[in-house]
């Protein structure tokens, strides 16, 4: 199930969507008043060492008034410097532009160099000649007009808009599908995905979202399969204590015997049930960083393990054969004794209960790679490749048509994988249907049994 869609602009698009907006327009202005501010400057700059040269220039050539108007023009031709030059009676002897620049804009006198705003010529210099004359030099642009100005930063800000708008939808869709996501599965909702696209952050996110709430159902699903499949085994022997309690107040002391005779096997099941589930949900919490399993760790000498196992499967089961294949010695493990053996006993069960008599099971054991292999083979139904992936999962019976009598409740298995695993080792089936099915787990030796 796929969460519900996210409004259309929620409120984190809209926060992101302003920030963003204003972010990119400040950026904007300070590169806009940057860039006019250098450009300012460099025309004052440009225009204080050029009026110095052009002050001595205007000094050689103003006893001849054609020269220095090719002058002037010479310098608005190769500099972009607009000029006029003024005599010592104010009267106008050369210019560059019209209309001339006008001294009385640019606040003369006092008669000294120093920079001035000349009136639709930006900014400029008056410097005041050997013979009292004035020169005036402009080089930079013309007034800006307020309304153009205003004009520019509204087509800025509405190109701004336009270009933020699917970029913070980009950012706040995902965090937004996230968030509905999570409300989702906190409320119940286990189906609830994310299904967030993307390479970024984001999208990783996303998908380990995905990932968690995928694990999450697993989880939970299992648990309320363990708890089904737990009180439908109950259940059975439950009914028949009942029953024999009712025909034992009846009277009926022969039929009562009958069903408590069944009652004691049922219970001896039962007894074995509890301790298998809660053996494997003490090790899954151990394992998911729980409370850790109170296992006796000590250095085990597999051979007397998987010796007293062989012994016990014989006394179980007088009419079958046991073929046991160990070498004369096997490195020790670091672990439980009483688990390990557990794990044997109940892989040797499964073999005996999934193949019939006389065909023989096989316990068999070897030093392999660092470690410990054993084996557990039998020649019996086998399993179907389906079926081989859910062989660990509990109360999974490969057979469906075998009852708990005869096929057991579907533990065994399971905690086997679990103790394999608490011991740092693993459990690995191979199996072909009407031939056999072949147990493999894989312990890691002690360190220095191991380096031995």
């Known amino acids: 199930m796929t969460p519900a869609r996210p ?10 969507y302003l920030h963003g907006l204003l972010l990119l327009f400040l950026v904007a202005l300070a590169t806009a008043a940057v860039g006019w501010a250098l450009r300012h400057s460099d025309v004052s700059e440009r225009g204080r060492g050029a009026t110095a ?7 050689e050539l103003s006893a001849d008034p054609a020269r220095l108007r090719d002058e002037l023009a010479r310098w608005r031709e190769a500099f972009g410097l607009d000029a006029s030059v003024y005599g010592p009676d104010g009267a106008l002897r050369a210019t560059s532009v019209e209309p001339p620049l006008d001294p009385a804009l640019a606040g003369l006198p006092p008669p000294r160099d120093h920079p001035v705003r000349l009136h639709r010529h930006g900014f400029g210099r008056a410097v005041p000649l050997a013979d009292g004359g004035l020169l005036l030099v402009s080089g930079g642009p013309p007034s800006p007009d307020p309304l153009r100005g205003l004009a520019f930063i509204g087509a800025v800000l509405a190109a701004l808009a336009l270009g933020s708008f699917p970029l913070a939808r980009s950012i ?11 409300r989702a599965l906190g409320s119940g909702d286990l189906s609830a995905r994310a299904r967030v696209k993307g390479r970024a952050e984001v999208g990783e996110l996303g998908r380990a979202f995905d990932e968690m709430a ?4 697993r989880l939970v699903r299992g648990e309320q399969e363990l708890l089904a499949n737990v009180s439908h085994e109950l259940r059975t022997p439950l009914a028949r204590i009942r029953v024999a309690l009712e025909l034992a107040a009846e009277g009926d002391v022969e039929r009562a015997r009958r069903f408590l005779r069944e009652i004691g096997t049922d219970l001896d099941e039962l007894d074995r049930l509890v301790e298998d589930v809660l053996a494997a949900a003490r090790l899954d919490l151990a394992a998911g960083g729980g409370p850790a399993w109170p296992l006796t760790r000590a250095r085990v000498e597999l051979d007397g393990v998987l010796a007293e196992a ?30 390990l053996r557990r794990l044997v006993a109940n892989l040797l069960d499964n073999a005996a209960k999934y193949s019939e008599p006389p065909a023989p099971v096989t316990l068999a054991a070897a030093a392999r790679g660092g470690g410990v292999e054993i084996e557990v083979r039998d020649r019996g139904i086998g399993i179907d490749a389906e079926d081989l992936p859910r062989v660990f999962t509990p109360f999974f019976r490969t057979d469906r048509s075998r009852a708990r009598g005869t096929g057991g ?16 080792g693993t459990i690995v089936p191979e199996s072909s249907p009407g ?17 031995a």
């Open 409 to 424: 409740v579907g533990m065994g298995l399971a905690l086997a994988r679990r103790i394999a695993e608490a011991h740092g």
């Open 435 to 451: 031939v056999g099915t072949t147990m493999r787990v894989r312990l890691p030796a002690a360190p220095d049994a191991a380096a």
């Open 53 to 59: 040269y052009a002050a001595s220039r205007v000094a």
């Open 214 to 217: 995928e694990r999450l159902e």
């Open 7 to 16: 409004r259309r602009h929620g409120r984190l698009f809209w926060r992101i």
């Open 310 to 339: 062989a012994a016990r499967f014989r006394e179980a089961n007088p009419d079958r054969t046991l073929e046991l294949v160990l070498p004369e010695s096997l490195p020790e493990v670091d672990g439980d004794a009483a688990l």
């Open 172 to 182: 706040a869709a995902p965090i937004e599908r996230l968030t509905l996501a999570a």
